[in-house]
Nanobody
Framework: QVQLVESGGGLVQAGGSLRLSCAASGRTFSSYAMGWFRQAPGKEREFVAAISWSGGSVYYADADSVKGRFTISRDNAKNTGYLQMDSLKLEDTAVYYC??????????????????WGQGTQVTVSS
């Protein structure tokens, strides 16, 4: 098993940046693909980005939502994954979750494809 703890959320003005971290413990982090999801009040949890175990493959939610503004990465030596969020918009306000899947490929874009979840970190973008 792997345990995940997100950090780095907070309040930021529109146009600003935040970097979320996902610290992993337990089994070897590099054995897992990782993903980031978010959930706004009253909405379903939605996919943001995913990265393979090695970091060699990444993909993002549809272009209009986060692609080009968010960057997913990982540092297996530090057992940590990251989500760099730039040019934040009001609609990016949500609880952000990291997730892990025991696979050598990518984890997928559906929440049920992942095996482990963090507790979430709140990101609030103000005008």
């Amino acid at each position: 098993q792997v345990q995940l703890v997100e950090s780095g959320g907070g309040l930021v003005q529109a146009g600003g940046s935040l970097r979320l971290s996902c610290a992993a413990s337990g089994r070897t982090f590099s054995s897992y693909a990782m993903g980031w999801f978010r959930q706004a009040p009253g909405k379903e949890r939605e996919f943001v980005a995913a990265i393979s175990w090695s970091g060699g493959s990444v993909y993002y939610a549809d272009a209009d939502s986060v692609k080009g503004r968010f960057t997913i990465s990982r540092d297996n030596a530090k057992n940590t994954g990251y989500l760099q969020m730039d040019s934040l918009k009001l609609e990016d306000t949500a609880v952000y979750y990291c997730a892990a899947k025991d696979t050598l490929g990518l984890g997928g874009s559906s929440w049920f494809q992942y095996d482990y979840w963090g507790q979430g970190t709140q990101v609030t973008v103000s005008s």
